[in-house]
């Protein structure tokens, strides 16, 4: 789920920084863009780390179904 949410976001972010510099029709983005459109990403990093403490294992075992 993590790029369908941070590509645009990623993407605005780059936008929001872009100087207007292009070579062949294309958009060049400075070092200083890409840096800011990748905090999202640390961030999501984060996130994720921490809700891996969450998770539980269940050694191959459905939970919430009783046994038979």
């Known amino acids: 789920m993590g790029p369908t949410l941070l590509q645009p976001l990623v ?3 780059l ?3 872009w100087t207007g510099q ?3 029709d294309v958009r060049i983005y400075s070092l200083d863009a ?3 459109g990748f905090i999202p990403l ?3 990093i984060v996130l994720s780390l921490l809700l891996l403490f969450f998770t ?3 050694h191959c075992r459905q939970i919430g179904l009783s046994d038979p």
Do not use: A, P
Request: proline letters at 0%; a negative charge.
């Open 22 to 24: 292009m070579v062949n």
């Open 34 to 36: 890409y840096e800011f």
């Open 42 to 44: 640390m961030g999501w």
């Open 56 to 58: 539980k294992e269940t």
């Open 15 to 17: 936008d929001s920084h």
């Open 11 to 13: 993407g605005q972010i």
